[in-house]
């Protein structure tokens, strides 16, 4: 199994930049993909990026390409969310999950069994 911890939220002006963290322990951490997802007030919990086991390959949606880049040290257990030019959309609880590497890396939440509690992202205009 694996637990897993967000760091790195708060409160940022629009146009700022944030690095949210995600500290994983258990199994061999790079046998993980690891999934990002924001639950923003009054919407759905959304699927914001991936990443392999290896970090070799990553994810991303229209909503955050050119803005967020995924990124993990498997030497450390963390998975990174790198977050510049944020806007007051981005609003959110951020989520890392984390899911065995194989078949595929995934998109949809049911697919990822293990979660962090979440971090508060909250950018103000």
């Known amino acids: 199994q694996v637990q897993l911890v967000e760091s790195g939220g708060g409160l940022v002006q629009a146009g700022g930049s944030l690095r949210l963290s995600c500290a994983a322990s258990?199994?061999?951490?790079?046998?993980?993909?690891m999934g990002w997802f924001r639950q923003a007030p009054g919407k759905e919990r959304e699927f914001v990026g991936a990443?392999?086991?290896?970090?070799?390959?990553?994810a991303h949606t229209e909503s955050t390409k050119g803005r967020f880049t995924i990124s993990r040290d498997n030497a450390r257990n963390t998975v990174y969310l790198k977050m510049n030019s944020l806007k007051p959309e981005d609003t959110a609880v951020y989520f890392c999950?984390?899911?065995?590497?194989?078949?595929?890396?995934?998109?949809?939440?049911?697919?990822?069994?293990?979660w962090g509690p979440g971090t508060q992202v909250t950018v103000s205009s």
């Open positions: 999950a984390a899911k065995f590497r194989l078949p595929l890396m995934s998109r949809r939440e049911n697919e990822y069994p293990y």
């Open positions: 258990g199994r061999t951490f790079s046998n993980y993909n």
């Open positions: 990443i392999s086991g290896s970090g070799d390959n990553t």
